[in-house]
């Protein structure tokens, strides 16, 4: 686009209105979900009006789905208020990331098509654009403040029992209700719409419209299990409406400023929305291993621990800084921003409470992982404190891989703070580091080996010791009260 001699004024700005013409992708950009069959209440059984084949319309624009369907800088550092219009025919439904403005019929046009026209929203990044559009049922409750949250799904199916969508929605108040708490930052958002696509692979977090699997989303299936995965992708989900919407990463190689603080958070959530079925030690044990019941797989949220150490030990592991560099190693995407990136930080997490010579915190650590510093129940938690001050300082804009390490690592004892740029450094290798500890008790020596050099913190219970290890062998002369 050029746009000749033409300049704007210091301080002004510009409007460029274009037209353009977008096709159904591929589940990307503008897609249409699997056809679902939709029941047709009171015509005669088996005749061919008793059922209908319907689609959903909706997006994906999650990396680069957005300059599919408009024209725009489709990168998320960049971001700007959007205003969503929507034409589609009157019987449907069409939601979009704000609440409905306006909905009119366009003069001297058909009586069956109408414009629906949202607010504009808050600075955003492109790929959260999104829209839905089809026959849609739904169940609503609202939440602290008055905003609705509402859970969207095929109009017409039996099998979508009121169980089914009671549960979600219930879920998906207690999350939002608990990331206010927790963050301390009110969502600028006025309403929260989570809706079950047929055939949508996985789950997308778009601001103020999540969209779902029917599988993951609806519980359609009673037991632990099918309630687990329906908590587990609601917490994640929701925890991006702070980690990853209000703030953004910087260039998709920064991901983890978004999957890696939206998957460590969700435990937090999760202890919270299921605490009488899990409690905090019940969601530090979901983080550690999860084997799912009759051979199911389990996906990257379910044992996101031991998910990553089984992937790097493969000698072709890539590392979890640069992993899209070439020759970076076999990327395991799903691991690595999710499993792998949660893991890490709730180490350091871990380290930040293990750290405290209040030996209470220590055995809380030790027992519920890095989840009791997640769930806010210590107001003061160092943890909660630096992710409140992290979205204060850069709401509404982008933040890097380097500063979520810095964020954490600035937390700990000062032995961790002043080798931040060393810790960062030793995840630009793949695998992880091994830790073995051997002492002696009579020259009361400790020594601790590991077979590379990583930059790594090690804290000790009894002697409220905390060191970062910086070479292959750390030798400690330690007082042992035995």
């Not at 704007?8 to 591929?26: K, N, V």
């Not at 510093?373 to 938690?381: A, M, N």
Request: charged letters at 15%; hydrophobic letters at 40%; one cysteine or more.
């Amino acid at each position: 686009m050029s746009l000749g001699d033409l300049t704007a004024p210091a301080g002004s700005s510009l409007l460029i209105e274009t037209q353009h013409t977008a096709y159904f992708g591929d589940k990307q950009g503008v897609w249409r979900s699997a056809p679902f069959t939709k029941s047709v209440p009171g015509a005669a059984a088996g005749t061919h009006v008793d059922r209908q084949q319907q689609v959903l319309v909706n997006t994906q624009f999650e990396p680069t789905g957005a300059r599919m369907v408009f024209p725009c800088m489709d990168e998320p550092k960049h971001k700007a208020p959007v205003v969503v219009m929507i034409r589609a025919p009157a019987h449907l439904t069409s939601i979009s990331n704000m609440p409905e403005v306006q909905h009119s019929t366009s003069a001297g046009s058909s009586s069956d098509m109408v414009t629906v026209e949202f607010l504009p929203s808050p600075p955003m990044s492109t790929y959260l654009v999104a829209i839905a559009v089809g026959d849609l049922d739904s169940v609503t409750a609202h939440i602290t403040g008055g905003k609705q949250v509402s859970v969207w799904f095929p109009r017409g199916q039996s099998w979508i029992t009121p169980a089914a969508t009671a549960v979600p929605l219930q879920l998906a108040v207690a999350a939002l209700e608990h990331y206010t708490r927790y963050t301390g930052v009110m969502q600028p958002l006025r309403k929260f719409d989570l809706v079950a696509v047929p055939g949508k692979p996985g789950a997308m977090e778009n601001w103020g419209l999540l969209l779902f699997d029917t599988e993951r989303l609806l519980y359609t299936h009673s037991g632990a299990w099918a309630l687990l995965r329906c908590a587990t992708v609601i917490c994640h989900e929701v925890g991006h409406q702070w980690f990853g919407n209000l703030v953004t990463a910087a260039s998709w190689s920064d991901l983890l400023v978004n999957e890696g603080l939206a998957s460590l958070a969700e435990y937090g959530c999760l202890a919270e929305v299921l605490g009488q079925q899990l409690g905090t030690e019940g969601a530090a044990a979901v983080m550690r291993h999860v084997a799912g019941p009759h051979g199911r797989k389990p996906g990257v949220h379910e044992g996101p621990f031991n998910k990553a150490l089984t992937y790097d030990a493969s000698p072709s592991a890539a590392p979890l800084l640069g992993w899209g560099a070439a020759g970076s190693g076999d990327v395991d995407f799903g691991v690595l921003v999710y499993s792998k990136a949660a893991s890490v930080l709730a180490m350091l997490v871990e380290y930040g409470a293990t750290g405290s010579t209040d030996l209470d915190s220590y055995d809380d650590a030790m027992r519920e992982g890095p989840v009791t510093q997640l769930v806010g129940s210590k107001p003061t938690g160092a943890t909660q404190v630096a992710l409140q001050q992290y979205l204060h300082q850069h709401i509404y804009g982008p933040a890097t891989a380097q500063q979520v390490f810095e964020l954490f690592l600035n937390e700990t004892p000062q032995a961790m703070a002043s080798n931040v740029m060393s810790v960062i450094s030793g995840w630009r290798a793949p695998g992880s580091p091994l830790l073995t500890v051997q002492g002696t008790h009579h020259n009361q020596v400790s020594s601790a080996n590991r077979g590379s050099a990583w930059a790594w913190p090690v804290c000790w219970r009894e002697l409220s010791m905390s060191l970062v290890m910086s070479t292959k062998t750390a030798l400690l002369e330690v007082s042992i009260p035995w």
